[in-house]
């Protein structure tokens, strides 16, 4: 009950597993257990975003889940964003687009942009701001972030 | 900011989530979508001695039609309720509320059982329960019972539910077929919690309102049902004058109280311009 328990998932497509206490945090055990230190930990309490990443298809803050939750789960962190050496349409036109300047947001904001895209392949500005408003960046001013969703958006949907 | 040692479960039926909460008598905590519960244990205002995850009770997440109400699942994520066409056609205003709950990935976690459980007087699904006169099914060791929202709400984060019992279902009337509704809130940024929000419906027969329901949020410790507001425009009718007597009304029907994020006396005014703001717009988009 408190003691370690074993976890298998599925991350970025791979089996894995790991062995933790249930209190560990989902964000703590893709970092520390699996080494898949592209989520990053911001404010540890479900406001920044920056943890976000894909829980069975959807976006959800990982600070604020347990990995005994994810015992079963799909999951997609930006590590699994590249497919075959290449950018994911959404990486390419944050690139292009300056959509980042230190980069510690940008995996929550890629992951949330990705939900967001996924249930509403063509979003109107208010909604792209409306997506993104869940994650905090503190250095964009969010209208690079803006032209990057709208660019990726264009590009995902003549895919 | 990482949460204390705490016993883990994860029944697969409500029975089992029951007997655990009566073996721990009142030390353990009811784990729905977790969006406000982790933040708790993480910053450890939270200590208990076991977490009852309900995310492996499958059969507490459904929506469906019934006896003239939706009924819906405790663990039903607001996201499904986000984009459920029969929320959306019998529950518009249920619909509209959605959205202003939290961000996208707050919603695919965050359930409507666990908001309402929670109780936070900011929250929007409590305003449409009490707007609309809800009930919640809580199931405990006796078996089940129904709960009505008037009942449900005591003080700030606090219901009438005892520690051994669940919210299973949370039933809503469907409203009625051409009915108005909007909800007006006014928050920092969005998703945020409301600093104030009111949940309305109105149904119109021409000049006339026959029915208009009206609920606040974050304008006292529990949602208050604006009773002596809506009857003005049942009343008077849909006017202007009566819609600026009704927003006046609910200002004095609300005990707001003061916190770092606005006064009382902002909170109260608030309340008056969101409520003609919501009476508005609902009879605007009511069938005459």
Redesign the interface.
Known sequence: ??DP?TVRLRVNGVECQGRC???K?LV?FLREDLGLTGTHVGC???IC?AC?IL?NG????S????A??ADGAEILTVEGLMQNGKLHPLQEAFREHHGLQCGFCTPGMLI?AL??LQ?NPSPTEGEIR??I??VLCRCTGYHGILKAVEAAARTMREA | ??????????PTSLDDAVALLQRYGGDAKILAG??SL??L???RLSRPA??V?L?RIASLAYIREENGQVRLGAMTRQ?TIE?SPVVARRLPLLSEATKWVG????R??GTIGGSIAHADPSAEYPAVLTALEGEVVARGPKGERVVKAKDLFLTYLTTSLESDEVISEIRLPVMPVGAGFALEEFAR???DFAIVAIAAMVVRDAARCKQARLATAGAGPVPVRLRAAEEILERDGVTDAAIDAAARRAAELVSPDSDIHASADYRRHLTMVLTRRALKRALKVAHA
């Open positions: 009950m408190r328990v206490e249930p209190r945090l703590d540890e309490h479900g975003g976000t829980f959807e976006a959800a803050r600070c604020i889940m347990l005994v939750q949330t939900d967001l249930t409306e997506g408003s869940a | 900011m990482k949460p204390a040692k705490f016993d883990y479960h994860a977790g969006q982790m933040p244990l993480n910053f076991a977490l995850d995310n996201r984009f961000h996208l990935p707050i695919t976690r940024r969005h998703g």
